[in-house]
């Protein structure tokens, strides 16, 4: 997998010095293996095009939890400790904790609007180049195929991961050394994030079926023809996603 993950770095190098305009950063949200592995990606790149400190992620945690999340005990310190020139940072929205609220947040941070003048006002748009980021998102190549991801993930200016299926994504964060719990999390069911318990519990045979290359067995028969079954619902609830936005 480390040749996959420099395959990798190596295209967003190549993508960063084709853009027409120049690359200002990248801003992103943190939340699991996938965002970890884009964050891990995009500094490295960052890195070969002299830009490190221009890598900007934010785990948002609710404002009345109890404890730190696991995310923020756990993955937070190793991110600081990998990419120490990078800017990981957790806010805790005030308010309602939903995807709108933070894909709007992001949004505006991209854009650089929540940095203050001496005055105490917000800077005028538009900001000189370099001040701004660019979006990026954490769809993967499953989450495509299926249509389990929200129309604001596709809101993004570059995805690394669009081409790079889960199980993929699983293998190069555990070669990377992304703590434990990432991984453990990532095979449990998450509502909010479309994961059911079923396709948690089988990332690497979802996969398979899906590039066409699952091996059925006698041991494995009802599993296949459960998540065979899984992906056709997904992909008929989900088909109107191909759609969008609606061309009249």
Not at 96 to 107: I, P
């Amino acid at each position: 997998m480390a040749d996959k993950f420099e395959y990798l770095v190596n295209r967003l190098v190549e993508k960063m010095k084709m853009s027409q305009v120049p690359v200002p950063g990248f801003i992103l949200g943190l939340s699991g293996t996938d965002s970890v592995l884009v964050y891990l990606l995009l500094y490295e790149a960052a890195k070969r095009m002299d830009m490190p400190q221009r890598v900007y992620g934010i785990h948002y945690a609710p404002s009345n939890r109890k404890k730190p999340t696991w995310f923020e005990r756990e993955v937070m310190p190793w991110l600081r400790e990998r990419c120490p020139e990078a800017r990981p940072e957790v806010q805790s929205p005030q308010g309602l904790y939903n995807d709108h609220y933070r894909w709007a947040d992001l949004a505006t941070r991209a854009l650089n609007s929540f940095d203050q003048l001496p005055d105490g006002s917000l800077k005028d748009l538009p900001l000189e180049p370099g001040e701004n980021y660019w979006v990026a998102g954490t769809l993967n190549a499953t989450e495509f195929a299926l249509g389990t991801y929200s129309n604001f993930a596709a809101a993004a200016s570059i995805m690394p991961l669009r081409k790079v299926w889960k199980s993929d994504i699983m293998a190069m964060c555990e070669a990377k050394g992304v703590p434990q719990i990432a991984l453990d999390n990532a095979r449990l069911p998450d509502c909010i994030c479309g994961r059911m318990e079923l396709a948690a519990a089988n990332i690497e045979m979802i996969d398979g079926i899906l590039r066409y290359d699952v091996v059925v067995t006698p041991d494995n028969y009802e599993l296949f023809n459960q998540l065979f079954a899984y992906i056709g619902t997904c992909k008929r609830d989900n088909g109107f996603k191909e759609r969008i936005p609606y061309l009249l």
